[in-house]
């Protein structure tokens, strides 16, 4: 009879596999999404300009606006006097976020050479836009005015606004949903180990699960 696997180890092991499988499973979501030829994502984006225009995103201001996305969207998602404009810059912000894998990439935001940098870009200057323009929703001005503040207070006590990196300059627009490229992720070292992380951990986990069952005793 096998020995039974201690509680401990297993919700350990768990947590682990969980958090692997989730970035597998973002993975194969994003590639499921792309195109069969992807788009490729120079300095500026290339697509059609028929959509909304989002200014761009100084590097320090994008490094800050990153862990207010959550709230921004927040009250976003229960404004009550939308407008399309407002509407589409959300649903933006929404998508091009998960092609970024919803943040999940190691210095998908802090490191420039990230396949995942120029798409974090795009969703945070979206969530910027989508901020800037609830504050001239009249039922939305207080809460979002608390929040602006706090944003700009963080801004100026780090003085990130002046980083710049090679994105800084980036406009981006709704109509043009920027994609990373497969062999970016394959040459960055740290997205590539990411990956294949997640992919050794849920293989690991799948054959620890098929040799359990096969352990287990018969009553």
Not at 161 to 189: V, Y
């Amino acid at each position: 009879m096998a020995n039974p696997s201690h509680p401990a180890h297993d919700l350990v092991r768990g947590k682990r596999l969980h958090r692997s499988g989730a970035l597998l499973a973002a993975l194969c979501l994003m590639l499921s999404c792309w195109p069969t030829v992807l788009a490729a994502h120079g300095g500026s984006s290339s697509g059609s300009q028929t959509g909304i225009p989002i200014p761009s995103l100084p590097h320090g201001e994008m490094a800050v606006i990153a862990p207010y996305y959550g709230r921004i969207v927040a009250l976003a998602e229960n404004a009550s006097d939308t407008d399309e404009t407002f509407r589409r810059l959300l649903n933006f912000a929404q998508i091009q976020r998960a092609y970024c894998l919803w943040g999940m990439m190691p210095g998908s935001v802090s490191d420039e050479e990230s396949p995942f940098n120029e798409c974090s870009h795009a969703y945070l200057a979206a969530a910027k836009a989508v901020l800037l323009h609830m504050r001239t929703m009249k039922n939305e001005t207080a809460p979002v005015g608390n929040l602006v503040s706090e944003i700009d207070a963080t801004l100026v006590r780090n003085n990130l606004s002046l980083i710049l990196c090679k994105f800084s300059g980036e406009s981006f627009n709704t109509a043009d949903m920027i994609r990373p490229k497969l062999t970016d992720i394959i040459l960055h070292a740290r997205s590539l180990l990411a990956i294949l992380s997640a992919l050794l951990a849920t293989v690991a986990g799948l054959w620890l699960t098929a040799r359990a069952l096969r352990t287990e005793p018969r009553l």
